[in-house]
Each structure stands twice: as C-alpha cells, then as structure tokens.
C-alpha cells in the first residue's frame, strides 16, 4: 500500500530551482515546471510521485492523488462551541444535546461540547453532553492556562483542546508574551493534561499566519511532551490549499496532525481536503459551516466531497441532511437555497432542458445521488419549466392531459411564473382543472379564524367547512401561528396525520400593508404536495395553506369520514 505521505516512505522528488522554472526528478523521468505556473512545487512534486507510483483513476481521465484517496479521515465537530460563537446564536443545554446526538448517531469521532471556561452555565451544559454516554470523545476547548483544564475536568470530558497562540501578532499583541514562553507553556501544559488521563489537541492558533519553523517548534514540543495531535489552524480563513499542503506536509512530520479551517476567502472545503492529501487525519468542522465571520467550513460539504472525489467514507452520510436541519432550526440560522449538499435547491430543478435529462437519467445533472445525504430529488415549476416536467409533475398527482391540454398548461405554467409567483403543486392542479373543465369538490376548507398573542398565552381558534359540515376547535401555541395550526388539526382529527415538511415565508410587499406569501410542503403517506397562500396576516396565510395542502391530499384518496 502507498503511504498516504509521499515524504514518509522517502519517495519525494528532488527538485533544483531555476531563476524562470522548477525541474522536478521522480522515479521514471523528470518534469520542467514553469515557475509563473507552479508558486509551490511541493504540490506538483506530491502530485507526480504519486502519478508514479500508480494511482488509480476515480473520475474520467483525472488522476486522483493516492495521498487522498488512501486517507482515513475522522471528524472534530465544534458546532457546540465554534459554531455557536456566529453572531445571535445561543443553544440551549437540551438543544445541545440533541445536536450531540445526532452528531454521535452520524458517525462523528470527537464532539467539542464547548468552552468550560467560559462560566457555570456552560460546563453544566457540558456536562449533560459527557452524561449522554456516547460513542463519540467529548471534549472541550481550553485556553493555555492550567485552570482551563481543571475546569473541564470538571465536567467529565474526555480531552481538550488546548490552544495556544502561533502567530507573532498573538504570541506578542494578543497575549504579551514570548516565543520562548509559549513552548514552555505548551509542554508544562500538555504534560499536566497528560497526567490526568485526558486526551489532547494542541492548536497553534493563527498557524495560517505563523512563522512556520516556529509552529513547527510548537508541534514537536507537543508531540514530545505527550500530546495525541497537533492542530494546523486557519483561524482567520486566510489560507490557500497550496499553503495549507506546504504547512500541513511539514506538521505532519512530527505526528498525527489536524485541520482548523475557516471559509472567509470561500477556500475552506478546499483547504481542508488539501491538508488531507498532506497528512492531516483529523478535520475540525461545523454543520452547514455555522461560525464566526464567513463560518467555519462545512461537515457536511468535506465529508461528500471526500467520498465522491477520493472514495474516503468518514460519516453516515444519510444523515447530513437531518442533521442539518436539525442545527438550522436550533441555532436560527437558516440555510442559503444554493448550499451545497443541504440546500433547498442542492438536488431541485426547474429549466425545461435540465429536467427533461433528469427524467431520463438522474445522473444527467446531478453529481451523486440526492439520496446520499438523505435527501429527495425536486422537479419545480417556473418560467424555465418545460412539457416534460410539468408532464412528470401531474403525473405524480395522478392527472393525464393530452397534447394539447399539455400546452396550454406549460404556457399558463410559465405565465404565472413570469408574473413573479412560485408555482406550487396546488396552481399546477388548479391550472390543470381549469384547462379540462373540471371542477374539484373541495372536502376541507378554511371558513374562519381568530388568533391572539398579546401578553398571555397565544390561543386561536379556526372554523372549518368539513365535508359539509362546520368544524370548530380552539388551540394555544408558541405563538399565533402555532395556535392556530393546532387548532386546525384538531379540527380535522385523524388526518392531521400528515407532516409539514417545510414551512417557508415571503413578504411579496413592503410597509405596513405588506403582504405575505406562505409556502408548506406536506406529505401523508407517499405522497406529496406544495401549496402557497397569501394574506396581510401571516397566521390567516399559515393556516390556510395548510388547510389547502391538506385538501389536495386528501383529493386522491378514497372517502373517508373527517373531522371525528
């Protein structure tokens, strides 16, 4: 088996500078490198020492490097602690632990369940995290100070991860001190963490703008004195993978090495698979990147680029979408549409040309399976929408047209798009009703509502033409919207089995006569359905989407009593 670094097994190239190129030896033959075109050579010496030696193509006529593709690569994730330091985010201690779990139940290695340093609060909150008994080692992150690492002995962690400062403007602005102090720090610390059975990171922070003989100096004064890794930490997302594999390449010497990067330059999935190919087997992470500044880089989005680009499995990677979600919905930070691997429009397409190849192989525009990262492939509607889409899109509600009726939907498809309106299932289904003449016999539908909030508990409560017949229920809530859809499942009873699977808002006006466009998605059973509705209240709009969805659900499907 290849070593994962070519450096390790004595097969790095020699190399000799010329003043306009790099000529680089390897077993076999040499290479001229333009110097303009190659800044580093020790990425094109790793590249073909490793082409040399072999190694197999993955993807087309691309040669994958071995380095990475041999590589065995567990996770840090510090979304309970990076993660929450993004600006308005606080967690919860239950909220915190269910992240954990989640993240134990994916597969992730080493959890960082916070700062113990950072007051009461939060160590009791770690501790709740270590009282979970998981698969996982918990940690916490500690400063360079002997009584940050009695803290989070504390609370029962497994190590820590001591950072210390790398970078001459946070060895001298920052903390005042030396670089001769700072290597006398690390090794009394690690020594001292060592003797109590911990597990421990070092983190030489800022490495990315460091003195790299210097952060060296660090690595090997950690690894000498006991320390399990080192971590190389980009903490202000400086870096470029071309550093970072000249920087990790050489960490990596001294013993197990890590990867802390950032995504301020839009480089940190990039950086982090780069300190991969150079030695790294430990990548720090957060879900869907939440962070400081730009965020940290993404679990999700190193985790799927390592096992579609190299075939290294790290995680359960079912599990990355739910996860996602879960930290969406618990910190408030919502994810972009365009985020990879999570996104609302990650595995959805809309133009004509697009779809049509979808429906024909899925593999045609999409670069793995939705299914992958546990999620399902979405077909909408809009102005790029052609015949075969929205003929797939009536076929899944069960409805045929002809030629022709099929035309005249695309072009009103397309119209109402172009008026600037989501085309949801339900406007397909209406339009389609429409252009054959039929009509549809509603069995659910919204008469009227009241809902309330003010100081006291919200309540609401919803009056609803049921089969004919008037159903009222009353509700409370977290809040109005809440009120009143629980007040209406009740109202409906049994078939309220149906799940919201997403709930989206948006002001289609401003001021104070602003009105709102509600979008749910619900499910019951294998099917699906989409329904938008707007109204000036928000609470009005919520519920009579809702209602609306549940309508069309229920359309399909045999009679059956409602309401009871």
Known sequence: MTCRRATACGSRPERQHLSDATILYAPGGCVRVPWDTWRIEEVAARRLAAKFDGAETLFGSTDATRPVAEASVAFLDTTLRDGEQAPGVSLSADQKADIARELDATGVDVIEAGSACTGPGERETIQQVTDLGLDATVTSFARGVKDDIDLALDCDVDGVTLVVPASDRHVGTKVGTTREDVLDSVAELVEYAR??????????????????????????????????RFCYADTVGRAT?????????????????????????????????ASVAAGADLVHATVNGIGERAGNVSLEEVAIALQQGYDVETVDTEQLYGLGRLVADATGVQLPPNKAVVGENAF??????HTDGTLKD???????????????????????????????????????????????????????AEQGKRVADADLLTVAEDVQGRERERRVELVDMTAAAGGATPTASVRLNVEGDEKR??????????????AAREALGEVTDAALDSYHVDAVTGGTDAVVTVEVEMSRGDRSVTVTASDADITVASVRAMVDALDRLLAAEPAEPLGD
């Open 195 to 228: 003797e109590h059975g911990l597990w421990i990171e070092a983190l030489g922070e800022d490495g990315s703008r460091a003195d790299l003989d210097f952060l060296e100096q660090i690595a090997k004064t950690a690894h000498d004195a006991g320390a399990d």
């Open 241 to 273: 993978p071309d550093r970072t594999v000249a920087a990790v390449s050489r960490l990596a010497e001294h013993g197990p090495t890590s990867t802390h990067t950032h995504d301020d330059l839009g480089m940190g999935t990039a950086n982090a698979v």
């Open 348 to 353: 959805t397409h809309e133009s004509g040309i």
């Open 362 to 416: 899925d593999a045609m525009y999409e670069p793995y399976p939705p299914e992958t990262v546990g999620r399902e492939r979405r077909l909408v509607l809009g102005k790029h929408a052609g015949r075969a889409g929205v003929e797939a899109a009536l076929s899944e509600h069960g409805v045929e047209v002809s030629d022709d009726e099929l035309s005249t939907v695309v072009a009103r498809v397309k119209r109402l």
């Open 473 to 486: 229920a009353a509700a409370t809530g977290d809040g109005p919207v809440d009120a009143a859809v629980s």
